[in-house]
């Protein structure tokens, strides 16, 4: 069967505005992983592999990554950032594959979000457990504080992703339809003005899947010419830290919306 080319496939699988979601496109999609799935997308349109099939592949580079993160040194931070950006790929292709063939569905999306869920939180729980040193780099015992806060921050992750979510579920279960962009707005203008601020610095985005695994791999890269774990760990704090405030923050920002009324 005759693969389409990518100038076929654009305008289906990339229909208008699939680019410029607010909340569901990733910005290393807009820039270049949408492109690249396109010429991965040929390969896989007319084959036996089904959307969901890919999306349970996304998930398995996703966890697989945070798993990556015990090889120790800079190897594990490498093959960790790859498999993310394969995890990327994987998002991308699923839903791409799902549209060209007609084949959406309610399990797919159900399946891509818990995908995400899962990749994220083994991402940053890899990460604290390679801060703890399990395989004693320095000579010295577990410190399983790392890890803690590893899991920490991957539940801020969780819990900031939830709250976005369940937003649709209270309303859904109110019998409204699907909150508006302008909604997200808080009615309160200084939190509305603190909303401005901190999309402006995005710094709730490092405790993503793809930003993550980029502040990982920079401070492995920083440890392998100072020796030790300290800018590791430091990053795992600094991530952690981040997790905590953000999902109050998040919270506090649905509440004063009007996505719930």
Known sequence: MRKPSPAELRPVVHPEGVKDRRSGEHWAGRLYMRELSLRVDPYLVNSRITPNQL????????????????????????????????????????????????????????????????????????????????????????????????????????????????????????????????????????????????????FHRLVGGVEASLVILAVAVVDAVAGGLFFTRLGIAVLAAIAVVQTLLHLVSILASSRLK
């Open 55 to 202: 999306t349970y592949l996304m998930v398995v580079a996703g966890v697989l990554a945070g798993a990556a993160l015990l090889v120790p040194g800079l190897t594990g931070a490498i093959l960790g950032a790859l498999l993310i950006q394969l995890y990327l790929l994987l998002d991308c292709v699923d839903g791409e594959v799902a549209r060209w063939r007609k084949q959406t569905s309610i399990t797919g999306v159900y399946l891509d979000r818990v995908g995400h869920y899962l990749s994220e939180a083994a991402l940053l729980v890899g990460f604290g457990i390679r801060g703890a040193d399990v395989f004693h780099q320095q000579g010295a015992s577990t410190d399983w504080l790392w890890a803690f806060l590893g899991t920490l921050a991957a539940l801020g992750a969780i819990l900031i992703k939830a709250e976005t979510d369940l937003v649709d579920v209270a309303r859904t279960r109110s019998g409204l339809p699907a909150v508006q962009d302008e909604a997200a707005v808080p009615r309160s203008s200084g939190l509305a003005l603190a909303r401005k601020a901190a999309a402006a610095l995005k």
